[in-house]
Nanobody
Framework: QVQPVESGGGTVQAGGSLKLSCAASGRTLSSYAMGWFRQFPGEEREFVGAISRSGGNAFYEESVKGRFTISRDNAKNMVWLQMNSLKPEDTAVYSC??????????????????????WGQGTQVTVSS
């Protein structure tokens, strides 16, 4: 079992950058694929991006492609979401999640929230215009 904990959220002006961190306690993070999701007020959680267990593959939702980058360091049990060129519409609560995602090779597979077993509490990101 692993418990993800996010940090690094805050308020930034449009065009700015933030780097979210996801630290994991418990089992080593290298056993899990990691996903980032966000939730807008009153809406369902949506996929932002994910990274495979080795870090060799990453997938991104279309609206963040080219602006957001996910990385991981399994030795440090850490995952990061670097967010650049932020827009007001990126304002949401961001959560990281861990899942085994065995046999998962496609974007569609990584984007399913039900594929992830362990979730952090989330961190608020607010982008002001």
């Amino acid at each position: 079992q692993v418990q993800p904990v996010e940090s690094g959220g805050g308020t930034v002006q449009a065009g700015g950058s933030l780097k979210l961190s996801c630290a994991a306690s418990g089992r080593t993070l290298s056993s899990y694929a990691m996903g980032w999701f966000r939730q807008f007020p009153g809406e369902e959680r949506e996929f932002v991006g994910a990274i495979s267990r080795s870090g060799g593959n990453a997938f991104y939702e279309e609206s963040v492609k080219g602006r957001f980058t996910i990385s991981r360091d399994n030795a440090k049990n850490m995952v990061w979401l670097q967010m650049n060129s932020l827009k007001p519409e990126d304002t949401a609560v961001y959560s990281c999640a861990a899942g085994s995602l065995n046999y998962c090779l496609t974007y569609a597979c990584y984007a399913r929230s039900s594929a992830y077993d362990y979730w952090g509490q989330g961190t608020q990101v607010t982008v002001s215009s």
